[in-house]
């Protein structure tokens, strides 16, 4: 398959991943399904129906895939110095903080084509769904400061997305 249909596949079976995770909720599994969380979940989700691509160098998702890193750990950075740091003025102070997660950002910039696997590697794999889940979980309940619940359907939502552009592939391996 190619991008814009792993992407168009991510569309529309966004609400089958709303009704599986609703199942979970009602087995006790700790997933809270707000507005807020459904609508990001949504995003991580069509992300991750081509995310296992970013491992191309051509492939639209990974020239995508690297400024969104860059950015959102540039963000983070700035969302976890903003109040430590103190050298003068609010706007100084400010400015510091932008200055601190510019830097992070260009160094994961860098750092993500550095770390990159061969295509169709470990990046192909229900390891790298259960990172993508990890990751969208942290981003969720330390990045953005969401409850508990709420992120962990962030991250089901991520790695079930990841998981269908592998079902797609017909290429589910563990690593």
């Known amino acids: 398959m190619n991008y814009e249909e792993h992407v168009l596949a991510g569309i529309i079976t966004y609400p089958l991943a709303i009704a599986v995770a609703s199942l979970l909720k009602n087995f006790g599994f700790p997933i809270e399904l707000s507005t807020i969380a459904m609508v990001l979940g949504y995003a991580l989700y069509v992300l991750g129906s081509d995310l ?25 950075v700035y969302l976890r110095s903003v109040d430590m740091v103190n050298i003068g003025t609010e706007w ?32 192909h794999s229900l390891l790298f769904a259960f990172v993508y889940g990890l990751l969208a979980f942290a981003l969720g309940n330390f990045g953005i400061g969401l409850p508990s619940g709420e992120s962990v359907f962030l991250g089901f939502a ?3 997305g990841y998981t269908l552009h592998l079902i797609l592939d017909r290429d589910v391996s563990l690593v």
């Open 52 to 76: 296992p691509d970013m491992d191309h160098p051509n492939a639209l998702i990974h020239r995508g895939t690297k400024p969104l890193v860059s950015v959102a750990v540039g963000s983070i």
């Open 92 to 123: 100084e102070n400010i400015t510091l903080a932008w200055v601190l997660g510019a830097i992070a950002g260009v160094i994961s910039w860098y750092g993500f084509t550095a770390i990159m696997p061969k295509h169709r590697g470990i990046i």
């Open 158 to 160: 991520a790695f079930s």
